[in-house]
């Protein structure tokens, strides 16, 4: 048996028992630590898996657990926090962001991170959302989702 | 029966029922499904597209005895039933297409397995006689429409106009992939799994399985991932499969496909040949249409004879016709069967006479808006079918509507001389529902039931899978009743708790089920006369607003002549596409688009414009990006990496609006939304490339490096 991998997840440090090499994704749903997060194509194309890794957004099928050890991770389950939703929460239902809801996850957790740090897309929230697939909703009411979110933030 | 207007809830963008869920992750898909002691199901396929198989052997190295596995042999009756009975759920010795399931095993270990999986040798007798071209295979299905006299029409025409249109295969790309967990308790078999339609799972495990009593079956969907159409028909395999392991097995079992399994194994859409011929007078009045539309049905009859049907009934085009014909074959191939997906057929047939109209268009020298505009169908013209159109397509105002939006006549104008950039159009119908008698044959049945809280509770079939079935029925019940919208309550569909109220499928939801919800909630309103929900249930229990389909008056379908009105209603629309090419790659890029529709009245508009948005995207990645390869019948790109779905960088603005003509039998005068948005992407993108590049082009994808072979 190896040793336990301890990570930090959306605050709370976890030890996680899976094989090193297992993808943090399988190893966080497998686990039951997040089944919010969610699989898509196991090849870092779909986004369905999307985590922040040490704040960086990062497809969670293509990270072995190992490189997670330590780390901080923030997923889905993290956004609403004592029942209280995160305004990219409110503004996706309100706005129509999320329809058969399986890219939901992950595309917010791209959004948190086009929140926290606009500067790393300068196109916008279109390039910011370029690694996440969604097949039900053509963007249109995803980006107003998130614009939604953004203004809520800037007080508007 | 009327509730009129102004609606407390109807044409408000009530939010999404299971929002909540969905955006915190604590929505349960399939794969979510936490069962101790379960054990991992495995599908082993054919490698080959024809054959027979000689040898199964099970390689060293694998403790075998320690693994469920299961043939046809150990099925009572192996046959997945929908409209035929010609598909095994497991093959027992020909094998007629690649990826075709031959073995299954289950084990606790995933990994050991793949490895498994991997060490079984099947050795086969290939037969080279396998079919992959239409045309090639035996017909499945043939249909003929004929209205006037043809030849003599023809003869009359100024112009003629011939050309071949082809349309490939498309793969759904639901993100969610295909999946079932199952258990036996004594003789009953439950399952739980990612599709939309339960009854149809419901009678082919039923089937397969040889059980008596309808309540040994109950199948639960869980929230699905998408669909589209690609988990209408093949989730019925993934459940047999599923169901079969767990009885061998005395255990639960899950069978979640991963992305290259589902991709290669599940159904597509039927690829398309459309030989189109078209007789006008100089002036550009349309008088004779001859449509030959011929789709690859794949190995099994699976849906094809219907997606035919729906194919053909479309392929005359909102126009008016002096003499139509139009002939529809479905051919047998070795490929894995093709099946539903969004549209199902319309879009092929609806892609050559959109694409025809506009190449038309330019050889009589005519504006293609103006050449359509003079063809238009009417309120009162007849169909090919012989169906009369009782309502007003009001086509002008549609068109109007959209020319607008899109400024289309100052766009054009500034396009034109411009090299590599197009503007083009599409107009388009989709009937509302099963075609033909289907509705009939379905007798759907929804029930409304109270509580104790004075609550009320939606009883469907009809799932939810993205498209806002949850909300919009509430929305409906709610109005009728005159009670707080959050006071209905949606039941996750069950079989063994919700009536038949058929599939959801060929944009019936709304329109179709939303009227017997409707009816339903009269129903319940007449029991209950005045009294309060609360009050009412204390004193009598539970009780029932039910109702059941029956046909519109007047609305009469003949089967064996294959005339009559094909669809209750029809929903209308525009699109306009502008595209820019790449000139050294030669890459079409979709800049703008723009959409109007009239689906009737628009109950909920955040979701149907939602939903017609999404659908755009997808029909523009039939036309440009979303290329099947096929070797041997089966698709070989079976990954995100090689199969291309438009992402936020591809997806162009998309601008779509509504004109609400409502249709009295459709709920609360709806139409069909789902798949209208599906057929006018194609052809819009096709004339705008044709435009671009100043040659008229005849099929999609649209592929860049074909375009530098030219």
Same mark, same amino acid.
């Given at each position: ?24 994704l ?6 039951e ?17 999307? /985590? ?8 969670s ?14 997923t /889905? ?33 791209s959004?948190?991170?086009f ?9 916008? /929230? ?7 697939l969604c097949?039900?909703?053509?963007y ?10 953004i ?6 | ?7 407390r ?19 349960r898909?399939v ?16 490698t ?8 199964i ?29 010609d ?14 399931p ?24 290939e037969?080279k ?29 100024d112009?003629?106009f *011939? ?10 790309v639901?993100i *969610? ?22 009854y149809?799972?419901?009678? +082919? ?14 199948i639960?969907?869980?929230t ?9 028909d093949?989730?019925?395999t993934?459940a047999i ?57 794949? +190995?099994?009859?699976t ?6 049907s ?13 003499a139509?014909?139009?002939v529809?074959?479905?051919y ?8 539903a ?18 190449a ?20 009162g013209?007849?169909?090919?079918t ?39 159009l ?5 009937g ?19 509580r ?30 005159g009670?707080?919208v ?40 007449g029991?209950?006369?005045?009294t309060?929900? +609360? ?17 519109p ?18 929903s ?87 004109i ?45 490096? *074909?375009?530098?072979?030219?």
């Amino acid at each position: 048996m190896t040793e336990p991998i301890r990570l930090k997840l959306n605050g709370k440090e976890v030890d996680l028992h899976s094989h090193p090499m297992t993808p943090l994704l399988h190893a966080l749903r497998n686990e039951e630590l997040s089944p919010g997060t969610k699989y898509g194509c196991g090849e870092g194309e779909c986004g369905a898996c999307t /985590v922040l890794l040490n704040g960086d957004a990062v497809m969670s099928c293509m990270v072995p657990l190992c490189q997670a050890e330590g780390a901080e991770v923030e997923t /889905v389950e993290g956004l609403c926090i004592d029942g209280e939703l995160h305004p990219l929460q409110e503004a996706f239902i309100c706005e129509g962001g999320a329809q058969c809801g399986i890219c939901t996850p992950g595309m917010l957790m791209s959004a948190l991170y086009f929140l926290r740090q606009p500067e790393k897309a300068p196109g916008g /929230v279109r390039e910011a959302l370029e690694g996440n697939l969604c097949r039900c909703t053509g963007y249109t009411r995803i980006y107003q989702s998130v614009e939604r979110a953004i203004g809520e933030a800037a007080g508007k | 029966m009327s509730i009129a207007p102004p609606y407390r809830y109807i044409g408000q963008s009530i939010l999404r029922r299971e929002g909540r869920e969905k955006v915190t992750g604590a929505s349960r898909y399939v794969d979510d499904n936490v069962i101790p002691d379960c054990l991992h199901g495995k599908t082993i396929r054919s490698t080959i597209a024809k054959g027979r198989i000689v040898d199964i052997s099970f390689g060293e190295g694998i403790p075998w005895d320690e693994f469920i596995i299961a043939t046809a042999k150990d099925l009572p009756r192996n046959v997945v039933v929908l409209i035929e009975q010609d598909q095994p759920a497991l093959v027992e010795e020909f094998v007629q297409h690649k990826h075709e399931p031959i073995l299954l095993l289950a084990h606790k270990d995933a990994g050991l397995l793949e490895d498994a999986a991997r060490a079984i040798t099947i050795t086969y007798e290939e037969d080279k006689s396998a079919a992959f071209e239409i045309g090639e295979g035996s017909l499945q299905k043939e249909y003929l429409i004929e209205e006037g006299d043809i030849e003599k029409t023809f003869a009359e025409c100024d112009v003629v106009f *011939e050309e071949v249109y082809r349309t490939g295969a498309q793969e759904h790309v639901y993100i *969610e992939p295909n999946g079932f967990v199952g258990w036996w308790d004594g003789d009953n078999i439950h399952l739980r799994g990612s599709h939309q339609c339960p009854y149809y799972v419901h009678k +082919a495990v039923k089937t397969a399985f040889g059980l008596k009593d309808d309540r040994q079956v109950d199948i639960l969907q869980e929230t699905t991932g998408g669909a589209f159409g690609g988990k209408e028909d093949f989730p019925s395999t993934v459940a047999i499969h599923t169901a079969l392991l767990a009885r061998k097995a005395g255990r639960p079992v899950r069978m979640i496909y991963d992305r290259a399994e589902d991709m290669a194994c599940s159904t597509k859409r039927h690829p398309s040949e459309t030989r189109l011929r078209i007789g006008c007078t100089k002036d550009g009045k349309l008088k004779a249409l001859d449509c030959d539309f011929r789709i690859d049905g794949g +190995a099994y009859i699976t849906l094809s004879p219907v997606v035919l049907s729906r194919g053909i009934l479309h392929g005359s085009g909102p126009y008016k016709w002096e003499a139509a014909r139009l002939v529809g074959k479905s051919y047998a191939t070795n490929s894995p069967p093709y099946g539903a997906f969004r549209g199902f057929g319309a879009p092929q047939s609806l892609f050559a006479i959109e694409s025809a109209m506009s190449a038309l268009a330019e050889k009589l020298g005519m504006c293609p808006v103006e050449f359509r505009r003079k063809n238009f169908l009417k309120k009162g013209d007849v169909l090919p079918t012989g169906q009369a159109l009782e309502g007003d397509p009001m086509l002008d105002a549609i068109v109007d509507k959209g020319l607008q939006m899109a400024d289309y006549w100052n766009r054009a104008k500034k396009i034109a001389p411009i090299p590599n950039r197009g503007i083009g159009l599409s107009v388009f119908l989709h009937g509302t529902g099963f075609t033909g008698s289907g509705e009939v044959y379905l007798a759907s049945r929804v029930a409304l039931a109270t509580r104790g809280d004075g609550k009320v509770e939606v009883r469907v079939s009809s799932t939810e899978m993205g498209q806002g079935t949850e909300t919009i029925f509430p929305q409906i019940a709610a109005e009728v009743l005159g009670l707080e919208v959050d006071d209905v309550l949606f039941v996750k569909p069950q079989t063994s708790k919700v009536p038949n109220s058929g599939p959801t499928v060929a944009s019936r939801t709304c329109s179709v089920v939303g009227r017997l919800v409707e009816r339903a909630a009269h129903d319940l309103k007449g029991k209950l006369n005045g009294t309060p929900i +609360a009050d009412y249930h204390a004193t009598h229990g539970e009780t029932l607003g039910e109702a059941k389909y029956q046909a519109p008056p007047g609305l009469y379908w003949d089967d064996e002549k294959y005339r009559g009105s094909a669809y209750g209603a029809y929903s209308w629309g525009i699109n306009i596409a502008e595209v820019t090419i790449d000139p050294v790659t030669m890459h079409p890029t979709v800049e703008n688009f723009w959409g109007v529709y009239d689906i009737g009245t628009v109950i909920n508009p955040t979701l149907a414009k939602g939903q017609v948005e999404g659908g755009i995207a997808q029909g523009i990645g039939w036309a440009t990006c979303e290329n099947v390869v096929l070797e041997e019948g089966a698709m070989i790109n079976t990954h995100m990496t090689n199969y291309i779905i438009p992402t936020t960088m591809d997806a162009p603005p998309i601008m779509v609006d509504f004109i609400e003509n409502p249709y009295e039998y459709g709920g609360f005068g709806s139409k069909g939304v789902g798949e209208i948005p599906m057929d006018g992407p194609g052809p819009a993108v096709l004339n705008a490339v044709s435009m671009a590049l100043r040659r008229p082009l005849n099929k999609i994808p649209i592929i860049a490096e *074909e375009l530098l072979d030219d």
